[in-house]
């Protein structure tokens, strides 16, 4: 038999992962994505424990859950566009100035690597006359 | 696994963190890093964390072979989840993570399936579906897709964060671990754990085994009862009084006081039997606990009399089976009803509107509210001031 143990123990796996993507990603909408991961792994629980007792309160708590997601959902995309339009980024590190008094501010050491860039193709201008050889008499039909 | 003869919680533990710094090391490697990943060094420490993982689960809950599909189907999703979550994590391109979390939705939505929870299984892809569209087109809208940038090619301190994120994840399974009574058996030295345990379910697996056996020989009561009623009677009366038997282990036999004869189920949950008319105090003061309970006198009732009724029958001179076989079906019933008692039926959408519109009513209002101030919330926060838009 599975057991209530291992539903436990895998919703605590997944959220331990949604957990450390939020706190190293950088990019606001995969932020947004792992806290979601986050609830989801907490619904998992619930469902759980939901089977274990026998009752419906914990099916109750997930659907609840579900709403939060959704008012977070539309909330954050509102802020993240807000933001984006005033830093042209979606770099959580471009809020830096607004962080604690004394903290100093972190500074990214390495430089980004630099993508070989390769020479867009080129075609051949179209509709240019071919030049004609100087002795030739352009034919006449 | 006792290489070292540590006590199981040691051992634990060790399987425990071993997991949990051999994710550290794997996602600390897969993140995305200026100076390049090592994608294949963080995929093997990965690969070991999961398997340090796996071995603790099944050393730690037990072997979970007997229902073969439910396992290979939990062994699927939880796979999918946990790994559609770590691509999650470490993709560097917000398109393919929104793909991999939509994996993860879907992988968590078996899960749900597997919990008896149909509608949130629907509920959920709805919602998520139209989630992840719209995160979709944000992510088309907004990122740049020329070349590395800030947000996706470099991580915020992916050691320390790691090892923040699976510092938790441990302690947490480790006080699963502690808080499981079968898997922390008394060791030599050990203080009693205080704490509260989880209620007791109201029906063990050995008690429903021992149901479902007695089921399959009442199952067969229609062959017991045929043919010629006046021979056989000793076989017939000893198949019987087997079922009485095993249904008495679990429910206790007719006008039994507290003590071996009644039943494993009213012993366990009774903290003290009903007396003189007050009634009994139980270890779960609940409507379920006092519902099984009362099934399970009724069952003891019928138990018994059914099987008065088959021993008149078939030691009179001109044996009729009818009522011995009325009273049999009915007991068949009732037994039915008590081996699924703390079971969540699989149809169980009606029950979750009807519980949604009653118990929690000011909840789902509370819910709508909120909804709408999010609503109200996100239009403020995304409306474009006139003087910037000048």
Known sequence: ??????YLAVAAALFGIGLVGFLTRRNLIVMFLCAEMMLQAVGINLVAFARYHGNLHGQVFVMFIVAVAACEAGVALALFLMLYRRGKSLDSADWAAIREVGVPPASDA???????????????????????????????? | MTLFSLTPTQNAAGQIG?????????FALLLPNPKGRRVREG?????GSVAVFGAWLYSAYGRPMPDLVGTVLFGLFSAGALGFGTVLVVQKNPARGAIAFAFVILSTCGLF?????????AATIIIYAGAIIVTFLFVLMLSHQDGPSDENDRSREPWLGGLAGFAFTGLVLFTLFLSHEAAAPAEAGDQPRAGQRLPAVVLTDAERQRLTEALAKLDATDDELAGDLTKHREDRIAHF??????????????????????????????KTPALDGKPAVLYREDAQARATLARAAAVRDLNGRAFDTLQNTLLAKNPDAAAAKADYAKLRDEVLLLTGAGQLPARNVGNLGYLLYTDHLLAVELAGTLLLVATIGAIAIAQRKRESAE
């Open chain 2, 113 to 121: 399936l597997l919990l008896a929870a149909p509608f949130l299984v």
């Open chain 1, 1 to 6: 038999m599975i057991t209530l143990w291992h």
């Open chain 2, 43 to 47: 995929v093997a420490a990965l690969l």
């Open chain 2, 241 to 270: 009084a087997s079922v009485r038997d095993a249904v008495a282990e679990v429910v206790g036999s007719e006008g039994a006081a507290p003590g071996p004869r009644y039943g494993t189920l009213p012993t366990r949950l009774e």
């Open chain 1, 110 to 141: 390495d430089p980004l690597p630099t993508e070989p860039v390769t020479a867009e193709p080129q075609l051949a201008p179209a509709g240019v006359r071919p030049v004609q050889p100087a002795n030739e008499e352009a034919a006449r039909v």
């Open chain 2, 18 to 26: 071993l997991a949990a710094v051999l994710a550290v090391v794997g």
